[in-house]
């Protein structure tokens, strides 16, 4: 059974910092790419980083771009994602999401986890 379990969110200050980490199992994750996305309230799921299997390229939306660093530990199993400078507008939760690359170049999440929540306060 596929797993990916987010952990690490919370309440912080505007301009704090948070680790995300999202523990994978049950697939072999040195192989997938791995991605952050987020939701706000009444707002639709956004995409926010992502790295290759090796770990030497990565994307983020441009929101985040020079706040956030998205990094991964494949003898861990885990995908991290570090928040800091942190805004109101980046309240939300936040999921992972694991993508095989079969269908490269489209993306294929065909695992996620439960989320964690984030927020910030102004």
């Known amino acids: 059974q596929v797993q990916l379990v987010e952990s690490g969110g919370g309440l912080v200050q505007a301009g704090g910092s948070l680790r995300l980490s999202c523990a994978a199992s049950?697939?072999?994750?040195?192989?997938?790419?791995m991605s952050w996305f987020r939701q706000a309230p009444g707002k639709k799921r956004e995409f926010v980083a992502t790295i290759t299997w090796s770990g030497d390229s990565t994307w983020y939306t441009d929101s985040v771009k020079g706040r956030f660093t998205i990094s991964r530990d494949n003898a861990k199993n885990t995908v991290y994602l570090q928040m800091n400078s942190l805004i109101a507008e980046d309240t939300a939760v936040y999921y992972c999401?694991?993508?095989?690359?079969?269908?490269?170049?489209?993306?294929?999440?065909?695992?996620w986890g439960q989320g964690t929540q984030v927020t910030v306060s102004s």
């Open positions: 049950g697939l072999p994750f040195s192989t997938y790419v």
């Open positions: 999401a694991a993508d095989s690359g079969s269908k490269w170049p489209l993306a294929e999440y065909g695992y």
